[in-house]
C-alpha cells in the first residue's frame, strides 16, 4: 500500500512521516520545506508476531506501508507541482494543524476546519485544471486518438462534480469507469483519510482544537478521523520497547500512531491480510477484500497465478488454537482451496503451482 500525505505549511505533517517510518527528516525548514521524503513504514500486527514466534522462521516479513510526504501546499496552484508524485497512492492522508509552537514560530490559534476547507479547494482546483485541459485536447482533436474508451464521459462527469467542489472519489466510479483516470494523478480521485495533529493535552482530553467539528465532517463523509500527537509520540518511538506502552496509554492511545493510521486505511481501502508461513519465512501479504485464491497468489508471483492448482488454506484462528499443521490435519481443519476461493483475512495460505 501507498499513501501519501498533504496538508499546509505547519501542520506538522513531516513530523507525522519520521512517526510512521522512523526515517528522520529534518523539520526545521518548516514552510520551508520544497523536497520530498519517501520512506517505509511496517504494520503491526500480532498475528504475525505469534506466527513467528510459532514457526521460529529465519526471516520474518510484515506488511509495509509506503509513505510520501510532499511539501506543504499552498493557495497558489503549489499542488499541481507534485501531483505526479502521488500518482499511485492508494489514498491520500490529510494532516491539519491542532497546535501552536511559538518556539516555532507558530503562534496562531489553529483552525483545522478552515485549514482543510483551503486545502480541498486547492486540491480541487488543481484537479480541474487538469481535467480541463485533457477535455479541451479531445475536443479540439489533438491526441483523439489516443483517448481511451469512457474517457471523455468520465472526464466530464469529474469536471461537473470539481465545479461542485465535490471530490472526484464522491462520484462513486467502478475500477473500469475510473481507469481512464489513471494517469492524470488526480488527488481528489483517492479515498481521504484525515489526521488531526494536536498537542499531548489535546490528545489525552480527547478535545482536541476543532476536534468536535472535524468529527462530524468526517463522520458525514464516511472518512476515517485519527487525532495524533505526533511529536510526542516520535519521541516514544525512540524509548526502550517495554516503555512505550505505559507512555501511550498516558496520552490516551492503545498502540502506536502507525498502528492506528494502518488500521483505519486499511478499513476505509476495504484491504485484509494473508500469511504464508515456514521455517525460511513468515510473511504478511495485503490484498482487497473478495480477492480469489488464484488472484492472492499472483501476489507473491506471477508464476504461482499462471500455474495456479489448489491452496491449502487454515484459518488464523484455528492455527492458534492446534498450533501445528499436523493437528489441523487430523480434525479436517486443513481445506484444499480452487482457483475461486476468496480469502478471508487472516488465512495462511500454501499454494500449489505447476509451471
Known sequence: MKIGLVGLPLSGKTTFFNLLTGAGAATSAYAGQRESHIG????????????????RPAKT?????????IPGLTPRGGAAEFAGLLRDADALVVILRGFTNPAAGISEEPEPMKDLSELMTELILTDLAVVERRLERLHKGKKAGSALPGEEEVLRAAKEALER?????????????????KNYGL??????????NTHGEGLRGGRAPGQEELTAYAHARHLPLLVVCAELEEEIEELPVEERAAFLADLGVGEP????????AYAHLD?????????????????????????AAGKIHSDLERGFIRVEVVSYEDMVQERSFARLKEKGLLRLEGKDYVVQDGDIMNFRFNV
Open 40 to 55: 517505509m513504514a511496517r504494520v503491526p500486527d500480532a498475528r504475525v508476531d505469534f506466527l513467528s514466534e510459532l514457526f
Open 61 to 69: 516479513t510484515y506488511a509495509q506501508i509506503q509513505v510520501l510526504d
Open 165 to 181: 467542489e465535490q471530490p472526484v472519489v464522491s462520484l462513486g466510479l467502478s475500477p473500469k469507469e475510473r481507469r481512464p483516470l
Open 187 to 196: 488527488y481528489t480521485d483517492k479515498p481521504f483519510l484525515i489526521v488531526l
Open 257 to 264: 500512531g502507525v498502528a492506528r493510521l494502518a488500521r483505519a
Open 271 to 295: 484491504l485484509i491480510s494473508y500469511f504464508t508461513v515456514g521455517s525460511d519465512e513468515v510473511k504478511a501479504w495485503t490484498i482487497r477484500r473478495g480477492t480469489t485464491a488464484k488472484q
